[in-house]
């Protein structure tokens, strides 16, 4: 499995990370399957939020781990998110410390290896938050903290206040989903791409060590589905298809490939159920797309270059 740094930490992890969104409905028989296939492949950090299932899929993977003695937690990464309610979101002390104690009771660890902050609070303080993650460090339930969502000046206003390094953003990127990149390449023009809307939050991250997680790497823009094989892009699905035969692999492995071709070192966060379609995002390390391939595929998703 392909390494890299996680922000300067000098901790190196998978690059593929598990997203673990759809895996409450597992039972815990198939959740240890799950877990232990994807530590074979290499892929093993594991990515939770406490909304995802409402806390069931950390909870069957805290009950998976606490009866299958060979899953050493010592082994893995256990990442988590928190600050979303139902209805609004909550970046306060006393919230961030209940849902991490909900977390690690639910995954039966004693820390988080990470903890992100799941979506911006309008109401935030950030020093109630430099607050709970000082308790949190110092207590050793979380090891090393970041965000999710966040546009640089919200990173910033945090820092001001937070000791911690924040070690990663976790954002929306693939093929289609790529204002990151468009927003550097239509620079000085009134295109669309040109727009910047999330305040070069892909060169700010790689000038502040914060590595991006790509979630939802295979999704079109608000949530209209997964684009491959999709007819909204016959002609990115062609262009797949032809380096797929070339290099011998899916669609899944291509277009998770283009995001791991990026020098900006980012993590793919798998988000499937299917230990077959993780398969095909792992095998992703076997495939290195020239500069002319992931332009190729790039201008296939409808994208423009100057």
Known sequence: MKQIMLGNTGMNAPAVVVGCMRLAQKSCGEMQRFIHTAVDMGAHYFDHADIYGGGQSEKIFGEAMAKDHSIKREALILQSKCGIRKGFFDFSREYILSSVDGILQRLQTEYLDVLL????????????VAAAFEQLHKSGKVRHFGVSNHNPMQVELLKKHVAQPLIINQLQFSIPVSNMVAAGLEVNMTTAGSFNRDGSVLDYSRLNDITIQAWSPFQMENWQGCFIDSDKFPELNR?????????????????????????????VVSGTASEQRLKEIVDAEKVLLTREEWYRLYLAAGHILP
Do not use: C, N
């Open 117 to 128: 902050l799941h979506r911006p609070d309008a109401l935030m303080e950030p020093e109630e």
């Open 239 to 267: 262009e797949m298809q032809l380096l797929a035969e070339q290099f011998g692999v899916s669609k899944t492995t291509i277009a998770t490939a283009w995001i791991l071709r990026h020098p900006a070192g980012m993590q």
